[in-house]
């Protein structure tokens, strides 16, 4: 299957893909930079989580339990950092058109894609980008460790 399935359904070669992208790829990269913040006595990280991380979605387990993680870490990376002046928050996009082509994911993936796009439309990259600006520039300046709906408000229903 693909990163929408369920858990009954979902491979672990597909769980550790996705966690291998979502999660490790972030560990890795924040492990690389974080040292370099503390020598210049600042920094900011923003991550990409998503709205499946905020409620329940039928993005599928791998996906999801991805996102999550990527709260848990954003979260303590925020707490374990903020005396070396590091703020770290995330950013959790809704459906975003990404140019993902059909095809790349299964017919139960296509699926869910397309009851998404019927319940609410895929925003513009340039939205998730200016969530992504505020929490880097000089305005988020007092923000760390937040997760920023930025899903034209899908995680509150």
């Known amino acids: 299957m693909d990163d929408f399935s369920p858990i009954h359904e979902v491979s672990d070669e597909t769980l550790e893909r996705v966690f291998n992208v979502n999660v490790f790829g972030l560990i890795k990269l924040t492990r690389a930079v974080v040292p370099f913040m503390i020598e210049h006595g600042h920094g900011s990280i923003v991550n990409i989580a998503s709205e499946a991380a905020l409620r329940g979605?039928?993005?599928?387990?791998a996906y999801t339990a991805s996102k999550n993680a990527v709260v848990g870490v954003t979260k303590n990376t925020a707490y374990m950092y903020e005396q070396h002046n590091i703020r770290v928050n995330a950013v959790a996009p809704g459906g975003t058109l990404t140019g993902m082509r059909p095809g790349k994911v299964s017919a139960f993936g296509q699926t869910r894609l397309d009851e998404h796009v019927a319940d609410a439309p895929l925003a513009l990259p340039e939205a998730l980008a200016?969530?992504?600006?505020?929490?880097?520039?000089?305005?988020?300046?007092?923000?760390?460790g937040a997760v920023l709906p930025s899903d034209g408000g899908e995680s509150v229903y």
């Open 57 to 61: 979605s039928s993005a599928g387990l």
């Open 130 to 144: 200016a969530s992504i600006t505020f929490l880097l520039s000089r305005d988020g300046i007092n923000i760390n």
